[in-house]
């Protein structure tokens, strides 16, 4: 066998399984970030999730293209946790541990989170 034609398909098979395993991570990386993510309905979650499983290239490339806008955005900060960290400030401003002005900025960081 010609060693030119062996040099050619070592290069092949190089760059096809550079592109299998490229394909593999975008799939595994579509599935976690689609069961880590809330969606406004769980079956739209799960459509996504066996339509990325079941069809891999052409699942990943939907669910980036049209599926990433269908998610639901975090929830905000909770009235809760804005009174637990206005609690943390206000010790640490108790304290000593925080002049008032910087007492000031902290507590309207905090407020104006949503």
């Known amino acids: 066998m010609d060693n030119s034609l ?21 799939w595994i990386w579509a599935l976690v970030d689609i069961l880590r993510s809330n969606f406004s309905d769980v079956a739209v979650k799960i459509v996504w ?3 990325v499983f079941f069809v891999p290239l052409f699942g990943f490339l939907l669910y980036v293209i049209v599926g990433k806008s269908t998610k639901v ?10 009174y637990d960290d206005l609690e943390r400030v206000k010790k640490l401003y108790d304290s000593g541990v925080l002049n008032e002005a910087e007492f000031e900025v902290e507590k309207q960081k905090i407020m104006s989170q949503n």
């Open 6 to 26: 062996m040099t050619f398909g070592m290069v092949w098979l190089f760059v096809g399984l550079a592109v299998s395993v490229a394909i593999f991570a975008l």
């Open 49 to 51: 999730f066996l339509l």
């Open 73 to 82: 955005p975090d929830a905000a900060l909770s009235s809760s946790q804005k």
